[in-house]
DNA sequence: TATTGTATATTTGTTTAATATTATGCAATA
DNA sequence: TATTGCATAATATTAAACAAATATACAATA
């Protein structure tokens, strides 16, 4: 049975990212060993990825000279993203398993092969997608057979659960003794929020924009170095995402949030963490009351 | 081939954890179901776990009557979990794997072959242990074959990155609105504090301190209600452990930390929130500074 | 009436073998 | 001299089959 490539298209995603963060202009060459060493991969499926980016006309290739960009990067759709073949992490199945228990399709208390029956997947797939929903804390293994469906992970609660952790952990973080911000990092996040600001986020789908705005709160938190932080944050936002999925998205909100957004950068970079990580913490709570007022969206 | 029972040892662990809370006394009737349905499995692996007991001599049976507890719950040794077989999340590998990393005996990134060649384990077993590995930080998959072993959750800046992280959440924790102390789970964990500090310290295995020690942050972690802050202590909680595992415990410093353990579920439960929040801070924050001093222990 | 004992059914962990994917070494090329 | 192209080797995923553990149903017992 053919085994679903995964792979090569992160590998083409991670690509286009580099490209557009060198701003590589028409032409340049891409070199698959160096994208290989990069992503710390095999050559294979780095080439397998530069022909998935042939194909959308993204890129050339020349006989024993390897591939070239075919466009500047600014030109690079960013819908472009879209068309490569979901990586795994985006099993529907995941959210298709998440909708069945919220609307009472599914008994608390499953065996995996009842599951397997009615979405006719192999077990593999139904583990990994299983594992992930464990990890973000709305599935749990019983003890013996079989596995139980959490609610509070997916309760309104969760959402104020969710932001009072973040209230506690982010600006906390800010105040690491640890903490040092990357200028060029920063600088990054200007240019995304300023795309955002000016319209992209009319422009690009909802998962890239719950990408780009939990990435931002990712990268600051990241700079305090410390492991723990991190990882919590990126913990709570594949929750978030999970949440987001099944409300509808206000953009209109987005102006204001990238504007604070800037704002917070801007303290960072001057150093001013304590006015940082207060600033902060009002942001997340303002971004929670919005939520509590039934107005979806995100921070 | 044979697979290792792993579910029946769990079972009689919990068992005597049962009737240690109950405090139950000698000749109790233990009713297979009860047991059974309160731990979400069947009488089947119970009845194994049972037997197990009868061959401690912690519960005998009678024909068509069940199994009857020995004697009272506080005879009960404290060594007698450790005879117990050991569930799997205390798979040896996983240490050793660690042990192996730290002595420079593996490289840095390692397949799954190599390492199943190396240890002469079939793969399911070894690929659980990098599982646990990876939730606690310190090996992650390559995107293509193999794995990376991390240093930074395995170097002395991660005891000052895990404490520096639950002197964030911990007495953020306190401060929910919907923090709500369990009177009865207060008693429980002054008991075992007052043990402690009357020479239990000296008694049980470093396992099962760092269990008590550990459990009782976590308890009180939970009356926040608010499941990630529930779980990101026990994600700290099973790194710390690790790190425990390779200093040695200086059982000396226990005395004071039970009176400060002692005081802090005072002020929880006499709902003093804002002072117990502080004095947990601060009851961190020492520990921290002892570690600092090489001084081993937990808190 | 609840619990146990026992037989039967179901589920899941494990292993094996097949196969797609990834890694590596070396000659050819720019 | 670094990179590509290609052949070979190593690796890891998958499905299928088997076996052990767990769940369930029902009669027997206290």
Redesign the pocket.
Known sequence: ????????PQLARKIIDYIRERGLESGS??????L?DMF?????????ALKLLEEQGIVT???????FLAQDSESIAYTALEELPQAFWDDPLYYQLAEDWLHGRLSE?????????LYTV????L??VLQHAMEDMWVE???????RFLAVMISPQAYVDGYRFRMAIEPAALLEPTFKADKAALEKLVEQQIFLMKGGARQISRNELFTLTAGLHEVIVGFSNNPFFTEAVKKVNRVRRLLDFRSTLNRDRFPRQCREHLKLIELIDRGNMKTASAYLKTHLGGALNSKLGFIAGGS
């Open positions: 049975m053919a085994r679903q490539r995964v792979l090569p060459h891409l070199a698959a060993q160096g290989a710390d991969v095999s050559r294979i499926p780095v080439n397998t290739s020349e006989r024993n000279r390897g591939y208390k499953v065996s995996e092969s009842e599951l397997m029956r192999p077990r593999s797939r583990l990994k293994r019983l003890p013996g057979h079989g596995w």
